[in-house]
Structure formats: C-alpha cells, structure tokens
C-alpha cells in the first residue's frame, strides 16, 4: 500500500499536469500545440514536488505540494513571458516578411537582406524602417529580453569585406532598434560574415537565404 506522503507526491505531480490541457494555437499550421511555459511548468512542478517531498520526512506530502506550486511558477514564468512576445511579434509582423521562429526560451527573427539593404550597401530601406519600428514596439513592451543582431552574407565577395558589411548592417538595424526606444543596454550586434550559412554552398555563390540579418531574443534571467 502507498504511504500517505507518496500519494500526495502524486496528487500534487497529477494536478500539475493538468496544465498540459493549456494549448496554442500555431498560426501558420493550425496545430494544436503545447506552450513552452506549460512545458516549463510541468518540469518545474515535478523538480518542486520531488524537493519538497526531501526536505523534511514528516512532511513529504504537504512540502511536495508547495514544492510543486512553486516550481510550475519558476518553470512556466519565463516560458509563458516568452510565449507572449512570440505571439505579439507574428501579429505585428506577420505581413512583413520576416520569419519569427521560436528556439526553446529564445526567439529568432530571420529577415532577409532584400527586404534591408540595397545589394552591397548597409543603409537601411525605408521599408526595414518601418518593419523595424512594429518589431521595436513589441521590444519595448518586452523589455525582460536581451536583443541580439546578427548579420550574415553569403560566399560571393571577399571574405574581409563580407564581415565588415554584415558588421555593418547588424549594426545598423540595432541603431534603428534604438532611435524607436529599444534601451542600448539591451542591444548587442556582431557581423558573422560567411559563417552559419542557412544554406550551405560552395564559394563565390550567390544565395539569397544566406545574405540575412537575424534577432534572437532570450530572456535576461534565463
């Protein structure tokens, strides 16, 4: 027969795992899909049960559940702020042309360069202004992020210079993120150059998928 204690356990991991009935929507499959905090929760919950269960023997059962409580709490708080932004950032851009693709507890978003910058040039088109500013107003809203910008090209050119204009470009659209009231202190942008190629080829080939700027968001106490 099960000690009262273990049935507690159980009851407080059972009660944690009706969160899974929490699900979204993905707006462009229509698949029923279960969110990142409700995923956090879950392992919360369960490591919050299992400790609370150890830390005082005459109490298993009660300590479990409190345990459990708050480890969905910490589990699913970051999951959940990210599964929010995810949401308000394929609204905002979901005619935009830019790719918005959720990694874990980070958020990448992939913005091709024709959408950018005119072919060798770094200054932004008037279009990227205007992308940039609906992505800064979610920024803005969601300020427990670090910003990350990163530009790419691909393997036509020099290599030196390819580095040198993704630099540039990365550092142009965080400049922008910043003139529509991103904080600095958020902002980090690097120039890869040739490197992590979307689409792997030979060089001197010009391919579009690879000549990108991306954002990826993550969250600061993550």
Do not use: H, W
């Amino acid at each position: 027969m099960r000690r009262p204690q273990t049935m507690l356990v159980v009851a407080a991991l059972a009660a944690s795992l009706g969160a899974a009935g929490c699900q979204t929507e993905n707006a462009y499959t229509g698949e029923k899909q279960t969110s990142n905090a409700t995923k956090g929760a879950l392992i919360g919950a369960a490591g919050g049960a299992a400790v609370g269960a150890l830390t005082n023997k005459n109490q298993r059962g009660k300590n479990a559940l409190i345990g459990a409580g708050i480890g969905a709490a910490a589990g699913g708080g970051i999951g959940y702020y990210m599964d929010r932004q995810e949401a308000e950032l394929r609204k905002e851009l979901q005619a935009a042309g830019v790719s918005v693709e959720r990694r874990g507890d980070t958020i990448a978003l992939n913005m091709q360069n024709d959408i950018l910058f005119a072919v060798g040039s770094s200054q932004l088109e008037s279009r990227a202004v205007q992308v940039l500013k609906a992505v800064a107003l979610v920024l803005k809203k969601y300020d427990e992020t670090r910003v990350n910008v990163y530009g790419f090209t691909d393997t036509t050119g020099a290599k030196t210079r390819n580095e040198e204009l993704s630099r540039l470009r990365a550092e142009a659209v965080a400049g922008e993120l910043m003139r529509n009231g991103v904080k600095s202190d958020r902002l980090n942008s690097r120039g890869m150059g040739e490197n992590n190629l979307k689409v792997a080829t030979k060089d001197n080939v010009a391919e579009a998928r690879n000549r990108r700027v991306e954002i990826l968001l993550e969250p600061m106490n993550g």
